[in-house]
């Protein structure tokens, strides 16, 4: 399904949207807009899934003093590039203000994206691009598997400036980002139920 972004946001400013320009987006604009590529993109509503997952890692994710875990906040990443991750580690300092709507690429250490059946392409293809691009480090994409969830691992390989995969990880995420993490991904003990 493709979400349209309103009329009263086409056709766009001549050259197409720029990353400060989301800071200033009418009030009644859509919660959740991201910009790819000069595009602005309206995420639909989500799933329970996606739901879950993003409460498991705001929950479980235990990082460093030195990171915070953050939830569907943006990161500019150049002047028509400002994606909004579902789930971002990002350095303590970066949060200079309460009024703070998006991070630098330099702040971020990893990147968790929820993947939904409209942001399969992005979230598989685009976006580990740019995030490879611009220098973060760690990258998980989550999917939905027979109503479990799997997560797909990444890390930059410095040298070529692109993620190569660290793991598939089903029922439990134990890996490394600079520190080690232990994650039990079973969604029953937010449903009360043991077959998720």
């Not at 990353?19 to 590529?37: C, F, Y």
């Not at 998006?102 to 992005?122: A, G, I, N, Q």
Request: aromatic share 8%; net charge negative.
């Amino acid at each position: 399904m493709k979400v349209l972004f309103p009329d009263r946001f086409r056709p766009g400013p001549t050259g197409g949207w720029t990353a400060d320009m989301l800071d200033h987006l009418p009030p009644n604009s859509p919660r959740h807009v991201e910009l790819i590529d000069g595009a602005l993109i309206v995420r639909p509503p989500q799933t329970a899934f996606h739901m879950f997952m993003i409460a498991l890692f705001e929950r479980t994710l235990i990082s460093p003093g030195d990171l915070m875990v953050v939830r569907e906040m943006t990161v500019t990443l150049g002047l028509r590039q400002r994606p909004e991750p579902d789930i971002m580690l990002v350095a303590s300092s970066a949060l200079t203000s309460l009024r703070t709507t998006s991070f630098k690429p330099e702040d971020v250490h990893l990147v968790v994206e929820v993947v939904s059946p409209e942001s399969l392409e992005r979230d598989r293809t685009t976006k580990p691009i740019k995030y490879s691009d611009a220098g973060i480090r760690y990258l998980w994409r989550v999917e939905q598997e027979d109503d479990r969830p799997v997560v797909y691992t990444f890390e930059l390989e410095p040298s070529v400036k692109a993620y190569v995969p660290t793991g598939i990880h089903r029922r439990r995420l134990k890996t490394d980002i600079g520190f080690e993490v232990d994650i039990d991904l079973d969604l029953g003990r937010f449903i009360g139920s043991e077959s998720l």
